[in-house]
């Protein structure tokens, strides 16, 4: 790094802290503190919803998804729309009607104590490993490809977010994350157009999406109806939607965001900006993983985009075997460049033989250099076990660090951490509201004063960030971290999904039958992903399913009980 991209980096970073506590110092109560006021308008509703659901994995893992496997991951997000439309017909105006400060405290009107604290448990176990992993993300990658420490990266980003989180509360979450948002979409962009640039000066943006086309990145449907396949169109309209509908409807970093806004419309009209923008949002991140995948075409890239593992491999015994699967890698990469001069010959001629002919061409190299990176991660593996062999998550950061002028690599770090910075502010947020009013102050004794619980609150906010802190200093890294946060939420939001559907619409449940029906349902969803029953996806539909058949067959059995019928 140059010293424009340290400035840059540090610049940007100090500036949306101290511009948060700024903005919001002088919180005078808990309604101030939680809700910031109620004074958000829906372009800071709709922004903050977005910019914590976009953490850092997003824009590192990404793009990594999309050079290794396509476009088809965004898929996962095609139940978003239909999630919002329900959280804006059912779960706003009741939150808003209801006047709560969290989503868990309704349950506790509709159910009883011990089903808002479980859900609130629920929830802080989730976010809690979740806002770690936000936190440990960036860490982890950061400090492979440019020697940072790991702890120390973990300890400064979670400084930088507890300082105006604890500071300012909700508001100063909301009015720093518009400032993230424009750096993160300025980052892309800027990147995404100097990839283009990068491309051979025959190559334009068609020709580009062709190329990618030709080695299957470009296949975003799949109506697959296997419940083991990850990306379907019908596990994202179904698992995905019940994934966002779980997320956005229950989970309290994201109700928090909406229930600051000014009025039931402006919250409504927040919730349906993330609708439409969200899927695109999604698509240009991934359509940037391609357009690196193109570049790659005719430049060199390494057999493995994790240096850590490459430095660990090399120095062991398996040296001399992974160094011939860089030769090989290297005499592929000059058959890949002359295949797709091959391919970009056919279709300025307009051959149709000679394309199709290019094309099987370039999926036969393909398939080979496939085979070379999975005995390069075999190899990896044996000369250190724990050593991260799957490189998704480094493909974007090593393209930034090689390839980007100076200045630019600095705005693209200062957009990963801005990223994680801004997820990692909402789940602090929630967890500290959660645990300071679902928790503390509903089993107080006594009422105490407004400023206590403001106190308490930045308490626990200042806890819950020094538990990620540490969390994120103990992870490791999964098989793709965007993966392993969608993994984690799986498994506990349709049990809470499935709580929150029998308080809205079936009224005849009490709370005995959906406290026990959730501690069974969370029981089996556990074990069904520990055994793979299905794919993580379809984990939400069922939990939310299993918790609201459970509970009325135990309401049932329950009325029966007290109501035996008569024998004649």
Same mark, same amino acid.
């Given at each position: 790094?140059?010293?424009?991209? /340290? ?12 511009? =948060?506590?700024?903005?919001? %110092? ?10 910031? *006021?109620?004074?958000?308008?829906? /372009?800071?509703?709709?922004?903050? $919803?977005? @910019? ?17 496997? =396509?476009?088809?991951? #965004? ?12 959280? !804006? ?30 859900? @609130? ?6 976010? *809690? ?12 990658? &950061?400090? @492979?490809? &440019? ?25 100063? $979450? ?58 379907t169109f019908w596990s994202g309209i179904t698992g995905g939607m019940f994934l966002m509908l779980s997320y956005f409807g229950t989970d309290q970093s994201q109700v928090q965001r909406y229930l600051s806004g000014k009025s039931v419309r402006e919250s409504q009209l ?18 940037? *993983? ?44 000059q058959e890949k460049k002359m295949a797709q001069n091959a391919f970009s010959q056919a279709l300025d001629l307009k051959e149709y033989t000679s394309t199709l002919a290019a094309k099987e061409n370039i999926l036969k190299i393909n398939q080979k250099e496939r085979y ?42 200062? #957009? ?15 967890? =500290? ?14 009422? +105490? ?8 609150? %930045? ?7 020094? #538990?990620?802190?540490?969390?994120? !200093? ?10 392993? $946060? ?23 449940? %009490? ?13 089996? #969803? ?6 793979? /029953? +299905? ?5 939400? @539909?069922?939990? !939310? ?21 008569? %024998? +004649?």
């Amino acid at each position: 790094m140059a010293t424009i991209d /340290w400035i840059i980096l540090a610049g940007t970073l100090i500036f949306i802290v101290f511009f =948060g506590v700024w903005k919001t %110092r002088g919180n005078k109560d808990v309604k101030e503190y939680v809700l910031g *006021g109620n004074r958000a308008k829906w /372009w800071t509703v709709g922004l903050s $919803v977005m @910019a914590t659901q976009a953490s850092a994995i997003t824009f590192l893992s990404t793009p990594g998804q999309a050079f290794h496997d =396509g476009m088809g991951f #965004v898929q996962f997000y095609f139940g978003l729309p239909l999630a919002m439309i329900i959280i !804006c017909i059912v779960f706003i105006p009741i939150y808003h009607h209801l006047k709560v400060y969290t989503a868990y405290e309704f349950l506790e009107r509709r159910f009883d104590l011990k089903t808002r604290i479980l859900a @609130a448990v629920l929830f802080l176990i989730q976010r *809690g490993l979740a806002a770690g992993i936000t936190i440990f993300a960036p860490s982890i990658i &950061l400090s @492979a490809v &440019l020697g940072w420490d790991l702890k120390t990266l973990n300890i400064i980003i979670g400084i930088l977010v507890i300082i105006y989180t604890v500071s300012g509360g909700t508001k100063a $979450v909301n009015v720093t994350q518009k400032q993230q948002m424009f750096i993160i979409m300025l980052g892309m962009f800027m990147a995404f157009f100097f990839i283009l640039g990068y491309l051979p000066t025959d190559i334009d943006f068609s020709k580009a999406l062709k190329i990618a086309g030709a080695s299957d990145k470009l296949n975003i449907l799949n109506f697959d109806f296997d419940t083991s396949s990850r990306y379907t169109f019908w596990s994202g309209i179904t698992g995905g939607m019940f994934l966002m509908l779980s997320y956005f409807g229950t989970d309290q970093s994201q109700v928090q965001r909406y229930l600051s806004g000014k009025s039931v419309r402006e919250s409504q009209l927040g919730l349906i900006f993330n609708g439409l923008l969200k899927i695109p949002m999604q698509f240009f991140i991934l359509l940037v *993983g391609v357009m690196v995948f193109v570049f790659y075409q005719y430049n060199p890239s390494p057999l493995n985009f994790n240096p850590a593992a490459t430095e660990a491999v090399l120095e062991s015994e398996y040296a001399e075997q992974y160094e011939e699967l860089e030769r090989a890698h290297g005499e592929l990469e000059q058959e890949k460049k002359m295949a797709q001069n091959a391919f970009s010959q056919a279709l300025d001629l307009k051959e149709y033989t000679s394309t199709l002919a290019a094309k099987e061409n370039i999926l036969k190299i393909n398939q080979k250099e496939r085979y070379n990176r999975e005995t390069a991660k075999t190899l990896i593996s044996q000369a250190d076990s724990s050593v991260e062999t799957n490189d998704k998550d480094y493909v974007f950061i090593h393209f930034i660090l090689n390839y980007l002028p100076r200045g630019l690599v600095g705005l693209l770090l200062a #957009v990963i951490l801005s990223a994680a910075m801004s997820s990692t502010a909402s789940e602090l947020n929630a967890l =500290g509201t959660i645990t300071a009013l679902d928790l503390y102050k509903r089993n107080q004794k006594e009422e +105490m004063e407004p400023k206590h619980y403001v106190k308490v609150s %930045r308490l626990f906010t200042l806890m819950w960030g020094v #538990v990620a802190i540490t969390l994120a !200093c103990l992870a490791s890294l999964a098989e793709n971290l965007i993966q392993l $946060v969608n993994i984690i939420g799986s498994i506990f939001y349709g049990n809470v999904l499935g709580i929150f559907l029998l308080a809205f619409f079936v009224k005849q449940v %009490r709370g005995n039958s959906v406290f026990i029906a959730a501690i069974i349902t969370q029981v089996m #969803v556990i074990i069904g992903f520990q055994f793979d /029953w +299905m794919s993580f996806l379809w984990l939400n @539909a069922f939990g !939310c399913a299993l918790v609201m058949i459970i509970a009325l067959l135990l309401e049932g059995f329950d009325r029966l009980l007290k109501n035996p019928p008569i %024998r +004649m």
